[in-house]
């Protein structure tokens, strides 16, 4: 059975940084693409960045410059190095894995920015 485990999500004033991390059990991460999700209060869950089983990595225009996504297949776990953040990235975030078809989800872990 595969399980995703966020971790690393918290309180943190505008400009600051947190760590997401997403450790996979079941499954090896290697050949999937893997991605992080978000869903604020009141709005829709939004991808916010997807990371190829090659490396190859994407994105939303809010977060770009600011968010970077990486993955430790030695590991089983991906990460979210979250820097500048703004009052608008609080929302749950969301560990995502998809595998021949099926997608998989994590409990998902607070990050709540603001003074």
């Known amino acids: 059975q595969v399980q995703l485990v966020e971790s690393g999500g918290g309180l943190v004033q505008p400009g600051g940084s947190l760590r997401l991390s997403c450790a996979v059990s079941?499954?090896?991460?290697?050949?999937?693409?893997m991605g992080w999700y978000r869903q604020a209060a009141g709005k829709e869950r939004e991808r916010v960045s997807v990371?190829?089983?090659?490396?190859?990595?994407d994105y939303a225009d809010s977060v770009k410059g600011r968010l970077t996504i990486s993955r430790d297949n030695a590991k089983n776990t991906v990460y979210l190095q979250m820097n500048s953040l703004k009052p608008e990235d609080t929302a749950t975030y969301y560990c995502?894995?998809?595998?021949?078809?099926?997608?998989?989800w994590g409990q998902g872990t607070q990050v709540t920015v603001s003074s």
């Open positions: 079941g499954s090896s991460i290697s050949l999937y693409r």
């Open positions: 995502n894995i998809g595998i021949l078809g099926h997608d998989y």
């Open positions: 990371i190829t089983g090659g490396g190859h990595t």
